[in-house]
């Protein structure tokens, strides 16, 4: 098999070692304050029908934790995903709307230890984060939570017991209410990538049918991708986009404003079939078309595996540079 060594570690797949070596380090450092990061990325970053394997391995790891009651009662688990289906057969068989909406809003449980509760009792932090789970939160406010976490627990040696206060208005711990905190909590206010929100999508989406707007979409597509690789220092090596009305996989509106409305189009760009995803708002003055305008960023949503192959990995510019590349046989025959 091609990329084994992404699957395995010695005779034991990925989840298998990565279970076992938690179970050894959380026993060696039950009596501990300790911090451990699991990551099962691989088999299942690339192939999503083999995420049904890791049921036994999460099974085992919660059954071992579930024998060690003085880890239960003292250690905070999370549980995460960094992102939902972006890309494969399964991704467009679910027709769209529903991989967008889960790609954005990922799962995230959080198990708090009774030691913690029976500290802090008038905090009802299992109430709280129920109350939280309705809430827009992002990254910073699991960060900031494990910062309260330290506090809490003393190890940092200066809670006063006076309400836990952020430090910035975009974050905030989910162990105090966060409606509380007089802030507006949206995309903007935290950082949260035009492309990635899903605020405000419509529940019931409607197919964008009107060919003049999606040939107007396809060609301000068409132009960022030309434009992005004519600016790069790679540009004489990689291939010019084209993209057509035929190449539309799915062009769906998925939320209203006043006076426009947000488009999520996916689409094939020739050479190299590859496929993108982009937010596109439509301006409508007097309900006529005026423009349209790319909200965030392009998104490659498939595999580009050797079609990049002529860009370097030196910098984050290249290696974004790499969704953008299909490089001419010449470059990458060199």
């Known amino acids: 098999m091609k990329n084994l060594h992404l699957l395995c570690a010695s005779n034991e797949t990925v989840p298998q070692f990565l279970t076992r070596y938690t179970k050894r380090f959380v026993q060696k450092f039950r009596h501990t304050p300790f911090f451990s990061f699991t990551w099962y990325a691989y088999p299942f970053h690339t192939y999503i029908h083999s995420v049904p394997t890791l049921d036994q391995e999460l099974l085992s790891l919660f059954q071992y934790f579930n024998s060690l009651s003085s880890l239960l009662e003292n250690t905070l688990i999370m549980f995460v995903a960094d992102h939902g289906m972006r890309e494969g057969d399964a991704f467009f068989d679910k027709g769209g709307i529903e991989a967008y909406i889960e790609r954005g809003l990922p799962p995230f449980f959080i198990r708090v230890p009774e030691r913690l509760q029976k500290m802090y009792p008038q905090m009802s932090l299992n109430e709280v984060m129920a109350q939280n789970a309705h809430e827009l939160t992002s990254p910073f406010d699991i960060h900031h939570t494990l910062l309260h976490l330290l506090e809490l627990s003393g190890l940092n040696g200066s809670y006063t017991k006076t309400p836990f206060e952020p430090v910035l208005p975009n974050r905030a711990s989910l162990f105090v209410p966060i409606k509380g905190a007089n802030t507006t909590r949206d995309c903007k206010t935290l950082n949260i990538y035009p492309d990635s929100c899903v605020c405000n999508t419509l529940v019931d989406i409607e197919p964008v049918e009107n060919p003049y707007y999606l040939g107007q979409m396809i060609a301000v ?15 004489k090596v990689c291939e010019e986009w084209t993209v057509t009305t035929g190449d539309v996989i799915s062009a769906q509106v998925i939320g209203k404003e006043e006076g426009s409305t947000i488009n999520l189009i ?34 490659r949503i498939n595999v580009y595996g050797n079609q990049s192959a002529c860009v370097g990995e030196e910098t984050d510019k290249d290696k974004e540079m790499k969704t953008f590349c299909m490089c001419k046989a010449k470059a990458i025959k060199a």
């Not at 597509?221 to 540009?235: E, G, N, P, T």
């Not at 590859?274 to 301006?283: D, G």
């Not at 409508?284 to 349209?292: A, G, W």
């Open 221 to 235: 597509l068409q132009a960022k991708l030309r434009d992005i690789v004519k600016h790069s220092k790679y540009s």
């Open 266 to 299: 996916r689409f094939a760009a020739n050479p190299g079939n590859a496929n993108f995803e982009a937010k596109i708002r439509i301006i409508q003055k007097n309900s006529q078309f005026d423009k349209c305008e790319i909200v965030g960023n392009l998104n």
